[in-house]
């Protein structure tokens, strides 16, 4: 079982940048893949952004390649969504997940963190 607790989500202007961190607790971070979900009011849940078990592969939506970054720290148990030039659009409840590998990343699921972007 892995818990993950995700912070730094917040209110932000157009244009603006937010990083948002997750904790997971087990002793076995660094086997497994781990990634960003999003869901926005009134939308279904769709896919972000995946880190593998090393940190050495990532993959991102199209919507958010060139802004938003993901990256993780083994030592720290700690996986990162660094992101910039924030859209209206990409305002979301935002969800830490891990998984297997990196294109199974939501066998377990953080309670989430809201993002919200003014324009």
């Known amino acids: 079982q892995v818990q993950l607790v995700e912070s730094g989500g917040g209110l932000v202007q157009t244009g603006g940048s937010l990083r948002l961190s997750c904790v997971a607790s087990t002793r076995t971070f660094s086997s497994y893949a781990m990634g960003w979900f999003r869901q926005a009011p009134g939308k279904e849940r769709e896919f972000v952004a995946s880190i593998s078990w090393g940190g050495r592969s990532t993959y991102s939506t199209g919507s958010v390649k060139g802004r938003f970054t993901i990256s993780r720290d083994n030592a720290k148990n700690t996986v990162y969504l660094q992101m910039t030039g924030l859209k209206p659009e990409d305002t979301a409840v935002y969800y830490c997940?891990?998984?297997?590998?990196?294109?199974?990343?939501?066998?377990?699921w953080g309670q989430g963190t809201q993002v919200t972007v003014s324009s």
């Open positions: 997940t891990a998984g297997p590998n990196i294109g199974n990343v939501n066998a377990y």
